[in-house]
């Protein structure tokens, strides 16, 4: 059902562009079984577009490109400014070091263009997929619209935001529009607990953290868990905001996962039988010594040689701490001549990272400190790449499978010596 609001937004009062928008939402909601739609004014999405998009559309005019590829539309509109606070999430290329991508000159004029085009109706550019390390930080029960599954299952989990993982063009359509369909994760029923996940062995580390949240996603697919296990939620593993940053990345690069209990940390839950809902679970899976170690081997099954090219670091998005520890490991020490090493984080915590000397600690070392971009989302790699190795249990899925490279997944203190040695160590 639609507010009078939404009827005049429908029928044009507002521009086609809105419009367009508003019939777009209502399709969407209409396939999620979704009884209305509802305010929202936090919406991340990624409306930066790239080479790929203006070769399939035959040019770089960013109002055709929105039109095209955000709205679903065969005609170019008019575009207003975003009635919904909005943020652009990470992108195609680092504004300022495009050239160690490979990115043409003319392709980075363009998104250029398209990022001032964004900028021009309100959409702050924060190009990182961890909006909330700098600064947009939903609050407790906000129905947001948000884009970038490690984000999503962030806000969800950790904060208690509501958000389903949506799309370009249903995250544009929100922007305009200010409203999202009320369905999925905006709604109490869906954010219960469905499986129970018993961890029994030992979760100390942010690798162990990497590793459980694999796990658990390869367990659970699209459903929610509640997991439980002595000590979980206390020091020395205590989970801290890096090391659930990337349990929940993980977890939604093995399985769907969008949402997690973990009773003493995340907030909607205090128990397990609450974060149940009083029902029993569908299933419930354990996490021992052979889980672990056979997570491990799933994440470097591509790996074959040991000669390492390139370590990349920062998936989801380094926080500072994270930027730190890799300075403090490469302190007066020198890469191998064969490896590179490129560290990812937000633009906003390079500007501190850089002010605290870290990046020129990484720089010293022969590495690099990279934003609003991943090799993942960017699909590039340094020059002749064959193997890389990474902390990060998402990047250690994806990037193979997008690049066909080798991938090795350990600590980042495994994946420094590695740049330095040139080598992952024997096991």
Same mark, same amino acid.
């Given at each position: 059902?639609?507010?009078?609001?939404?009827?005049?937004?429908?029928?044009?009062?507002?521009?086609?562009?809105?419009?367009?928008?508003?019939?777009?939402?209502?399709?969407?909601?209409? *396939?999620?079984? +979704?009884?209305?739609?509802?305010?929202?004014?936090?919406?991340?999405?990624?409306?930066?577009?790239?080479?790929?998009?203006?070769?399939?559309?035959?040019?770089?005019?960013?109002?055709?490109?929105?039109?095209?590829?955000?709205?679903?539309?065969? !005609?170019?509109?008019?575009?207003?400014?975003?009635? +919904? =606070?909005?943020?652009?999430?990470?992108?195609?290329?680092?504004?300022?070091?495009?050239?160690?991508?490979?990115?043409?000159?003319?392709?980075?004029?363009?998104?250029?263009?398209?990022?001032?085009?964004?900028?021009?109706?309100? $959409?702050?550019?924060?190009?990182?997929?961890?909006?909330?390390?700098?600064?947009? $930080?939903?609050?407790?029960?906000?129905?947001?619209?948000?884009?970038?599954?490690?984000?999503?299952? %962030?806000?969800?989990?950790?904060?208690?935001?509501?958000?389903?993982? !949506?799309?370009?063009?249903?995250?544009?359509?929100?922007?305009?529009?200010?409203?999202?369909?009320?369905?999925?994760?905006?709604?109490?029923?869906?954010?219960?607990?469905?499986?129970?996940?018993?961890?029994?062995?030992?979760?100390?580390?942010?690798?162990?953290?990497?590793?459980?949240?694999?796990?658990?996603?390869?367990?659970?697919?699209?459903?929610?868990?509640?997991?439980?296990?002595?000590? *979980?939620?206390?020091?020395?593993? +205590?989970?801290?905001? $890096?090391?659930?940053?990337?349990?929940?990345?993980?977890?939604?690069?093995?399985?769907?996962?969008?949402?997690? =209990?973990?009773?003493?940390?995340?907030?909607?839950?205090?128990?397990?039988?609450?974060?149940?809902?009083?029902?029993?679970?569908?299933?419930?899976?354990?996490?021992?010594?052979?889980?672990?170690?056979?997570?491990?081997?799933?994440?470097?099954?591509?790996?074959?040689?040991?000669?390492?090219?390139?370590?990349?670091?920062?998936?989801?998005?380094?926080?500072?701490?994270?930027?730190?520890?890799?300075?403090?490991?490469?302190?007066?020490?020198?890469?191998?001549?064969?490896?590179?090493?490129?560290?990812?984080?937000?633009?906003?915590?390079?500007?501190? +990272?850089?002010?605290?000397? %870290?990046?020129?600690?990484?720089?010293?070392?022969?590495?690099?400190?990279?934003?609003?971009?991943?090799?993942?989302?960017?699909?590039?790699?340094?020059?002749?790449?064959?193997?890389?190795?990474?902390?990060?249990?998402?990047?250690?899925?994806?990037?193979?499978?997008?690049?066909?490279?080798?991938?090795?997944?350990?600590?980042?203190?495994?994946?420094?010596?590695?740049?330095?040695?040139?080598?992952?160590?024997?096991?």
């Amino acid at each position: 059902m639609l507010s009078p609001a939404d009827e005049r937004m429908l029928a044009g009062e507002q521009g086609p562009a809105v419009a367009a928008a508003l019939e777009l939402l209502v399709k969407y909601g209409d *396939l999620m079984g +979704a009884e209305h739609l509802i305010d929202t004014d936090n919406v991340c999405g990624a409306n930066l577009f790239g080479p790929r998009h203006s070769r399939v559309l035959g040019t770089t005019d960013p109002a055709a490109l929105f039109s095209r590829f955000s709205l679903d539309l065969e !005609e170019t509109v008019d575009v207003p400014p975003f009635r +919904a =606070h909005s943020c652009q999430l990470i992108g195609p290329r680092d504004r300022d070091q495009w050239e160690l991508q490979g990115i043409a000159p003319t392709d980075a004029t363009a998104m250029e263009d398209s990022e001032r085009y964004l900028a021009d109706r309100g $959409v702050d550019l924060l190009s990182t997929c961890t909006p909330y390390q700098v600064g947009n $930080v939903p609050r407790f029960g906000e129905h947001c619209a948000w884009m970038e599954s490690s984000a999503v299952v %962030y806000i969800n989990s950790v904060l208690g935001a509501r958000t389903n993982t !949506e799309g370009r063009e249903s995250s544009a359509a929100s922007m305009l529009t200010g409203r999202t369909p009320y369905c999925g994760y905006h709604l109490d029923a869906h954010r219960r607990a469905t499986h129970l996940i018993e961890v029994r062995h030992p979760v100390v580390t942010t690798e162990d953290w990497n590793i459980l949240g694999y796990w658990v996603g390869e367990q659970v697919q699209d459903a929610v868990p509640v997991l439980t296990g002595p000590g *979980l939620a206390q020091a020395p593993g +205590a989970p801290t905001p $890096v090391r659930l940053k990337q349990f929940g990345a993980a977890a939604a690069s093995s399985g769907d996962v969008e949402m997690y =209990h973990l009773p003493g940390v995340t907030p909607e839950a205090r128990t397990v039988e609450e974060a149940l809902g009083g029902r029993r679970p569908a299933a419930v899976s354990v996490f021992d010594a052979a889980a672990r170690a056979a997570t491990v081997a799933s994440l470097c099954r591509t790996a074959v040689d040991r000669e390492v090219d390139f370590v990349m670091i920062g998936c989801p998005h380094a926080s500072l701490e994270q930027v730190r520890e890799v300075a403090r490991l490469l302190d007066g020490r020198r890469l191998a001549d064969s490896t590179a090493l490129w560290v990812f984080t937000p633009r906003a915590l390079r500007t501190v +990272a850089e002010r605290s000397g %870290y990046v020129a600690t990484i720089e010293r070392a022969g590495g690099r400190v990279l934003s609003d971009t991943c090799p993942a989302i960017g699909q590039f790699l340094p020059p002749g790449t064959k193997v890389f190795a990474t902390d990060s249990a998402k990047q250690a899925h994806y990037l193979p499978a997008i690049t066909g490279v080798q991938g090795w997944f350990g600590s980042v203190r495994t994946c420094v010596t590695a740049a330095l040695d040139g080598r992952w160590p024997d096991a």
